[in-house]
């Protein structure tokens, strides 16, 4: 079933509950980028996290995958958390389902702020994949 979740806090404790493994796409080893502190604070929280970024090959000494095709075939992604600039929006979410599909998978999609688009939200829809809107998953899990 496709959530889009506002700010309601125990969908969010909820769905924080489930989550062990999170993939950000667009990873950054750059200190200044968003994703980079997200990242480390992610790692710090306890979560499995797997760098996605074809220009790194490793964040804070763990392995970046040049794209989540990469991800090694028996790890189990719950999140799927997007850190691109909206206009890839689209081709990721495409991406993510179809590798979702090939690996009988079902993560969440989780947009940064200012990430997601309503094209991207109604193909995770149709799909029947969970959908964080534009949302910081940092700011959201110290909330809960």
Same mark, same amino acid.
């Given at each position: 079933?496709?959530?889009?979740?506002?700010?309601?806090?125990?969908?969010? /404790?909820?769905?924080?509950?489930?989550?062990?493994?999170?993939?950000? #796409?667009?990873?950054?080893?750059? *200190?200044?980028?968003?994703?980079?502190?997200?990242?480390?604070?992610?790692?710090?929280?306890?979560?499995?996290?797997? *760098?996605? /970024?074809?220009?790194?090959?490793?964040?804070?000494?763990? !392995?970046?995958?040049p794209? #989540?095709?990469?991800?090694?075939?028996? +790890? !189990?992604?719950?999140?799927?958390?997007?850190?691109?600039?909206?206009?890839?929006?689209?081709?990721? +979410?495409?991406?993510? #389902?179809?590798?979702?599909?090939?690996?009988? &998978? !079902?993560?969440? #999609?989780?947009? &940064?702020?200012?990430?997601?688009?309503?094209?991207?939200?109604?193909?995770? !829809?149709?799909?029947?994949?969970?959908?964080?809107?534009?949302?910081?998953?940092?700011?959201?899990?110290r909330?809960?």
């Amino acid at each position: 079933m496709s959530i889009l979740f506002g700010a309601d806090k125990p969908d969010l /404790n909820e769905l924080f509950d489930t989550v062990e493994t999170i993939a950000v #796409i667009g990873c950054s080893s750059n *200190p200044y980028r968003t994703s980079n502190h997200i990242t480390k604070y992610l790692i710090d929280q306890g979560f499995t996290v797997i *760098p996605i /970024n074809p220009n790194e090959t490793e964040v804070f000494g763990l !392995k970046s995958y040049p794209s #989540i095709d990469d991800i090694p075939e028996e +790890v !189990k992604v719950d999140v799927m958390n997007i850190f691109r600039n909206k206009k890839y929006t689209d081709e990721t +979410v495409i991406e993510i #389902i179809e590798w979702a599909d090939r690996r009988e &998978q !079902k993560p969440i #999609i989780w947009t &940064q702020l200012d990430v997601s688009t309503d094209s991207a939200k109604k193909k995770a !829809k149709d799909r029947d994949l969970t959908y964080v809107e534009n949302r910081c998953i940092m700011v959201d899990h110290r909330s809960i």
